[in-house]
């Protein structure tokens, strides 16, 4: 039955993606969405996924196209989180493929070399931060039980996607 629900939810979240955001959005989530499955088919890997539809929301309310960075940087800190609970190398490796995804995809969007620079770098330092976050955390005890494990989850993700926005700024 939970296989049900997280493909079903899955679909949702594509289609929802696709509909409100187009392809660049749907590639994002669909990488997201497969990266969560390699650590087998559980709910609360859609649990911290589905809340950056926020972004999308967002960007489709206000018509502003820039949150796009946020919402992948929401999605690349779930994988970098959620893989690196299996394997310490594949959290960077998961992280990193969102963001190579999401500067092939401003690529060919035709963003200036000096916007690619800057997002490339505001990425690789937010991804760093997530990665320590995650390992202080651990250190510290505060993944005791599932809830407290899910809770600093949500809020390292939702960080690194506020750092994500703030750095539009730049």
Do not use: D
Not at 75 to 96: F, M
Not at 117 to 133: D, G, K, P, S, T
């Amino acid at each position: 039955m939970s296989h049900l629900v997280f493909i079903i939810v899955e679909l949702l979240f594509l289609a929802v993606t696709h509909i409100f955001g187009g392809p660049p959005w749907t590639v994002i989530g669909a990488l997201a969405v497969v990266a969560q499955t390699l650590g087998g088919v559980r709910i609360e890997s859609l649990a911290l996924v589905v809340p950056g539809l926020a972004w999308l929301a967002l960007s489709h309310a206000t018509g502003n196209r820039e949150l796009f960075f946020p919402y992948t940087m929401y999605l690349a800190s779930c994988v970098a989180l959620r893989a690196t609970e299996r394997t310490p190398w594949l959290g960077p490796l998961g992280g990193a493929a969102i963001v190579a995804a999401f500067m092939v995809i401003r690529i060919l969007q035709q963003a200036t070399a000096r916007v690619l620079a800057v997002e490339f770098v505001v990425a690789a330092a937010i991804l760093a931060l997530v990665l320590v976050a995650r390992s202080w955390s651990r250190r510290h005890g505060l993944h005791v039980t599932p809830y407290t494990h899910f809770a600093w989850q949500a809020a390292i993700v939702v960080t690194a996607s506020l750092l994500a926005y703030a750095s539009l700024a730049i």
